[in-house]
């Protein structure tokens, strides 16, 4: 059974930085795409950051590139996401994503080319 689960958010004053985790078990982690999304009130879920399995490629959205950075993590099946300089636009719940394949590629944004996710983690960033 695979099981993904978030953690780390939090409260941040505006340009401030937090580090969100995920750790997937009951899956081989490097026959996975892993993902990060987002989703605000009112709002569409939205695809900010893939890392392909096997040491592949990272993608980001606009959004967040050259802000935030899609990452494994030290411990066994563990992704990060280190999250620089936040903007109040960036207040929302956070949530963590495997796909059934190993490499983000085309479509790697749509929340329906993934297959498992977590429960979510709320970040909030205070102006």
């Known amino acids: 059974q695979v099981k993904v689960v978030e953690s780390g958010g939090g409260l941040v004053q505006a340009g401030g930085s937090l580090n969100l985790s995920c750790t997937a078990s009951?899956?081989?982690?490097?026959?996975?795409?892993m993902g990060w999304f987002r989703q605000s009130p009112g709002k569409n879920r939205e695809g900010i950051a893939c890392?392909?399995?096997?040491?592949?490629?990272?993608y980001y959205s606009a959004s967040v590139k050259g802000r935030f950075t899609i990452s494994r993590g030290n411990g066994k099946n563990t992704l990060t996401l280190q999250m620089n300089i936040l903007e109040s636009e960036d207040t929302a719940t956070y949530y963590c994503?495997?796909?059934?394949?190993?490499?983000?590629?085309?479509?790697?944004?749509?929340?329906?080319?993934?297959?498992?996710w977590g429960q979510g983690t709320q970040v909030t960033v205070s102006s």
């Open positions: 890392l392909s399995g096997r040491g592949g490629g990272t």
């Open positions: 994503a495997a796909r059934m394949i190993n490499y983000c590629s085309d479509g790697w944004s749509r929340s329906s080319a993934y297959s498992y």
């Open positions: 009951g899956l081989t982690f490097d026959d996975y795409a």
